[in-house]
C-alpha cells in the first residue's frame, strides 16, 4: 500500500507579500492577475483595489491604479483591507515598518469611492444619461426605453420614495427587480454631482455614462458588504423592488 508523502513544509507554498507588488496598470504584464495580500485570491486588477506608499511612508489607495511606485493589491471590502491593517500585511509587503496604514484606512477608501460615484454621475449627467426632478424621472419611466437605475437622495422623504416606487410598478411589474435604486448618495451630494440645487429624485438613462456609473455605485456597495443588485436587496427600500474601472 503507498500513500503520498506529506509535505515536510506546509507553509513553504505561502508567498512572501512582497512578491506580490507590481508597478501598476500599463506597467507589467498585459492582462496579469493580481493577488490579494490577504485572501491570496487573484483575479483581474478591475476588480481589486491598489494601495501604494505615499512621500511620507503612508499607506495610499490607489483606486484608479495609476500612481507609480510598486503597489500592494486587496479584495476591495471593508473587511479585507480591515484584515489588513490588523495582520500589518503592508508593513511586510513593503518590507518596511514605515508603512504606516491609518486606522482610517477603510474609511479614507470608502470616501474615496463615494467621490468616484459623484464624478461618474456627474460625467454621465453632462453625456445626457440623467434625468432629474420627480416629474422627469416619473415621465422617464413610463417612456417606452425606461430607465437604467433610479437615483434617490438617501435623505428624501419616504413619501417620494413609494411614488417613485409606484411608478416603477406600473412601467415593469413583477420584473421590477430589475432596476437598481441608488440611494447612497445625500441631497447635498446629488447637488454637488449635477450642479443644481435640491436634487431628490434622478434617473439614469441607457448610454455609456450610465453604465459607467452603476459600475461605480456597484463597487461602492461591495465594498461596504451591501447587495449590489436588487435581486439582493430584496424589496426597495421603503418600497417594493430592490467592471474596468480604470479606464476612464
Known amino acids: 500500500m503507498t500513500g503520498e508523502t506529506a509535505d515536510p513544509n506546509p507553509e513553504a507554498a505561502e508567498p512572501d507579500p512582497s512578491t506580490l507588488l507590481d508597478s501598476g496598470l500599463g506597467r507589467g504584464r498585459a492582462n496579469a492577475l493580481r493577488t490579494c495580500l490577504v485572501t491570496r485570491v487573484s483575479q483581474a486588477p478591475g476588480g481589486m483595489i491598489r494601495f501604494v506608499l505615499g512621500p511620507d511612508g503612508a499607506v495610499v489607495p490607489d483606486l484608479r491604479a495609476r500612481l507609480p511606485g510598486r503597489g500592494a493589491w486587496l479584495t476591495p471590502t471593508r473587511a479585507v483591507l480591515n484584515e ?16 504606516a496604514a491609518p486606522a482610517d484606512l477603510a474609511d479614507r477608501v470608502a470616501e474615496g469611492l ?47 420614495r413609494r411614488k417613485i416606487v409606484a411608478a416603477l410598478h406600473r412601467r415593469h411589474g413583477s420584473a421590477i ?3 437598481p435604486v441608488i440611494d447612497d448618495l445625500s441631497n447635498t451630494e446629488l447637488d454637488m454631482a449635477l450642479g443644481r440645487d435640491h436634487v431628490i429624485h434622478a434617473a439614469l438613462v441607457a448610454g455609456v455614462g450610465a453604465s459607467g456609473c452603476l459600475a461605480r455605485w456597484r463597487r461602492l456597495r461591495s465594498f461596504e458588504g451591501l447587495a449590489t443588485t436588487a435581486e439582493e436587496a430584496g424589496p426597495v427600500r421603503d418600497g417594493q423592488a430592490a467592471f474596468d474601472l480604470h479606464d476612464d
Open 84 to 99: 489588513a491593517v490588523k495582520r500589518r500585511a503592508f508593513q511586510r509587503a513593503f518590507k518596511t515598518k514605515e508603512a
Open 177 to 179: 427587480s430589475c432596476i
Open 114 to 160: 463615494r467621490a468616484d460615484l459623484r464624478q461618474s454621475l456627474s460625467l454621465a449627467n453632462k453625456a445626457g444619461c440623467v434625468v432629474a426632478g420627480f416629474a422627469k424621472v416619473e415621465s422617464a419611466i413610463g417612456d417606452k426605453a425606461g430607465v437604467a437605475a433610479v437615483i434617490q437622495a438617501s435623505d428624501g422623504s419616504a413619501d417620494g
